[in-house]
Nanobody
Framework: QVQLVESGGGLVQPGGSLSVSCAASGSIFNIYAMGWYRQAPGKQRELVARITTGGSPGYADSVKGRFTISRDYAKNTVYLQMNSLKPEDTAVYYC???????????????WGQGTQVTVSS
């Protein structure tokens, strides 16, 4: 069994900052890429940021320069620091982790439960 537990999020005014984190636990042999997606009401889920096994980050154009993704290998945790938040950043944020549960299994994607981020005055 693998669990992804997200924390953080909440309500913030435009221009403010928030951070979210996602910790993976359970039967984990190896973790590869980790990332964050978001889904706003009435819209499709979209990739926000992703960080590779080697620590190289990638961002959606809409968040470049404002969001920072990082990971802690020892804690199996991925973070997303969100600055200069805009109302259009309002969404449920989901972490996504590509991991392997044993050396005999292929890696696959796991999803967190989602955490709400609301940017509003």
């Amino acid at each position: 069994q693998v669990q992804l537990v997200e924390s953080g999020g909440g309500l913030v005014q435009p221009g403010g900052s928030l951070s979210v984190s996602c910790a993976a636990s359970g039967s984990i042999f190896n973790i590869y890429a980790m990332g964050w997606y978001r889904q706003a009401p009435g819209k499709q889920r979209e990739l926000v940021a992703r960080i590779t096994t080697g620590g190289s980050p990638g961002y959606a154009d809409s968040v470049k320069g404002r969001f920072t993704i990082s990971r802690d290998y020892a804690k199996n945790t991925v973070y997303l620091q969100m600055n200069s938040l805009k109302p259009e950043d309002t969404a449920v944020y989901y972490c996504n982790v590509d991991l392997q549960t044993s050396r005999w299994d292929r890696s696959r994607d796991y999803w967190g439960q989602g955490t709400q981020v609301t940017v509003s005055s």
